[in-house]
Nanobody, 120 residues
Framework: QVQLVESGGGLVQAGGSLRLSCAAS????????MGWYRQAPGNQRELVAA???????NYADSVKGRFTISRDNAKNTVYLQMNSLKPEDTAVYYC??????????????WGQGTQVTVSS
């Protein structure tokens, strides 16, 4: 069984920054892709960013240039640095562990989520 624990969410003014962390524990392979998704009320859960164990990344167009995903394989931890935050970034952010070492195959495990609120 795998557990993902997010931290770092909170309330910030537009233009500010937050850094999210997600620590994975349990039966986890460090080669698996990890990522961040978000879901606002009334919306579907959407990809924010993902990163492979080798450092290849994917970003949603809406966050390119503002957000940076990174990981520490030794610590089984993934980070999301969020800069120049906008009110439309407000959502619950979920850490995700993919089933394999690519973006194919879907998500195997989800974290509980952490709230990010950006005030205008």
């Amino acid at each position: 069984q795998v557990q993902l624990v997010e931290s770092g969410g909170g309330l910030v003014q537009a233009g500010g920054s937050l850094r999210l962390s997600c620590a994975a524990s349990g039966s986890i392979f460090s080669i698996n892709t990890m990522g961040w998704y978000r879901q606002a009320p009334g919306n579907q859960r959407e990809l924010v960013a993902a990163i492979t164990s080798g450092g290849s990344t994917n970003y949603a167009d809406s966050v390119k240039g503002r957000f940076t995903i990174s990981r520490d394989n030794a610590k089984n931890t993934v980070y999301l640095q969020m800069n120049s935050l906008k009110p439309e970034d407000t959502a619950v952010y979920y850490c995700a562990l993919y089933r394999g070492s690519s973006w194919y195959g879907g998500i195997g495990y989800w974290g509980q989520g952490t709230q990010v609120t950006v005030s205008s």
